[in-house]
């Protein structure tokens, strides 16, 4: 991998160097390792050292993969791994170019960062937010004059795969602020693509409301689970069937999307399904704990 090359080979945008990635859960680490891989340095934030040492975990395996696979050197491999640092504190990053909230999809939770945010780093900081459904208007409420740097960027799971960032500004989001996020979209190799601060943005607003259906589909007896997912795959080209993504998602995080997208836009047709409701009250989140609509034994 060149220095002056992105992942995918793409010449890079010289303007983002260093990003503070906060919350290591799924998201937050693939967009960590994304980062590194891109040639930018990245600090990865939790409050949680096992959470970060998960990160960690993680992002070693998956560049052993690809020194496995030949894609790259084992010299690169160790210069993506330096360029990623662990914390559990982000104040000695208060130079960063941009910051991405990756923590967990509740408004409260993210304000408080923000508002944290704002004290911490430089004016010129892009305070950037993953979340997948929650107004970047709202979160931007608690940075003050800050709020011209408030941007959504949404990456897609998993990150260092998918190719989109869904690029959402909010009211008071300054130009200069989205050029410089899709700069730094482009540079980890990502297309950004623009959608408006409705819940939800394009993404879930789509893609939610046919995981649940997948859920009624399966609470009537339309068909059982593995044939719904056999006939989406077959007969529509989805990588993976609705439930399996599902899973693959988090069942809580489907739901905790689909009541944002329930009570901002007031549709009964995005209230979650009683079916994943009820698995996510016993515990089968999916992927993550070993066992949703499918069992993952070898992930327990
Ligand atoms: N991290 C890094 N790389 C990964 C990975 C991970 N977690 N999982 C898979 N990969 C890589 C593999 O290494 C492999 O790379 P290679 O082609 O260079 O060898 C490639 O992806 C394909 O992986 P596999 O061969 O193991 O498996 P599949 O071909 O079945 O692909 C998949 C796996 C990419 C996950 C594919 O099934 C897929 O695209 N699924 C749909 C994913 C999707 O829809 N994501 C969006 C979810 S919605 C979201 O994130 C928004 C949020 O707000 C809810």
Do not use: I, L, Q, Y
């Given at each position: 991998m060149r220095a002056d090359r992105d992942y995918y080979g793409t010449p890079m945008?010289?303007?983002?160097?260093k990003i503070v990635v906060v919350g290591a859960g799924t998201m937050g680490s693939g967009i960590a390792l994304t980062a590194a891989q891109s040639g930018i340095h990245a600090v990865q934030v939790d409050l949680a050292q096992s959470q970060l040492e998960k990160a960690r975990g993680y992002h070693t395996k998956q560049l052993g993969r690809l020194v496995e696979k030949q894609k790259i050197s084992a010299d690169d491999a160790k210069s993506v791994a330096a360029r990623i640092v662990y914390s559990t504190?982000?104040?000695?990053?208060?130079?960063?170019?941009c910051v991405v909230e990756a923590a967990s999809e509740n408004p409260e939770v993210k304000k408080k960062l923000f508002k944290s945010f704002v004290e911490t780093?430089?004016?010129?900081?892009i305070l950037a937010t993953n979340t997948s459904s929650i107004s970047i208007t709202d979160i931007a409420t608690v940075t003050g004059s800050r709020a011209t740097h408030v941007i959504g960027m949404h990456f897609f799971n998993p990150v260092p795969v998918m190719k989109l960032v869904e690029v959402i500004r909010g009211l008071a989001t300054s130009d200069e602020t989205v050029a410089r996020s899709l700069d730094l979209a482009r540079a980890m190799g990502k297309t950004p693509v623009p959608a408006n601060d409705r819940a939800g943005f394009v993404s879930n607003r789509v893609l939610m409301p046919l995981i649940n259906e997948a859920f009624f589909a399966w609470m009537e007896g339309v068909a059982r689970p593995e044939d719904i997912d056999q006939i989406m795959m077959l007969?529509?080209?989805?990588?993976?069937?609705p439930l399996r993504l599902a899973d693959f998602i988090g069942l809580d995080v489907c739901h905790d999307i689909m009541m944002v997208l329930y009570r901002e836009l007031g549709d009964a047709k995005f209230f979650p399904c009683p079916k994943l409701r009820q698995l996510m009250t016993a515990g089968r989140l999916g992927d993550k704990s070993g066992?949703?609509?499918?069992?993952y034994p070898a992930k327990a």
């Open positions: 945008e010289k303007s983002v160097k504190d982000f104040s000695s990053a208060r130079d960063a170019d780093f430089d004016a010129e900081t007969g529509c080209n989805f990588p993976m069937g066992c949703g609509v499918f069992d």
